[in-house]
């Protein structure tokens, strides 16, 4: 199993500042994905969220699962951080507007949204 597992970094990667331990989620390189589009999010209570864009998928079988945990009260993901992601996907808030986008082959959805100040800032 250890070789389809992956770090997903839960605020997006902008350096050294950003690259700890609290910030990340070790996840199969699936859910990474979904995690970095914003399809799956993670509660304060370490269950996964699945978006309805996936409803109809065998990943819905995930929504309220609990993820794996490191033993380390110290290395624990970050509860701000995984906010900030909700935030930032929809989850909590709700998608304001949805711009659809075609490219070759693909269809792209992607969700823009509006929050005050310091709802960007990578928590310390």
């Known amino acids: 199993m250890e070789a389809v597992l992956e770090a997903a970094h839960i605020h997006p990667y902008l350096g050294p500042s950003t690259n700890l331990v609290t910030n ?10 979904l995690f970095d589009l914003g399809l799956i999010a993670v509660d304060d209570d370490f269950r ?3 978006s309805p864009e996936l409803g109809h998928s065998p990943y819905s ?4 699962k609990p993820i ?3 033993k ?6 970050s509860t701000a951080a995984l906010r900030w ?15 659809t986008t075609r ?3 693909h269809t792209m959805r ?3 949204r509006r929050f005050g100040p310091g709802d960007d800032a990578l928590p310390s």
């Open 24 to 33: 990340g989620l070790l996840v199969r390189a699936d859910i990474h994905t």
């Open 48 to 50: 996964l969220l699945v």
């Open 61 to 64: 079988d995930l929504h309220r």
């Open 68 to 70: 794996w945990l490191p």
């Open 72 to 77: 380390s009260p110290s290395d624990m993901p």
């Open 85 to 99: 992601h909700r935030r930032q996907h929809g989850f909590e808030r709700g998608i304001l507007t949805i711009l």
């Open 103 to 105: 490219v070759p082959n």
């Open 110 to 112: 992607r969700a823009e």
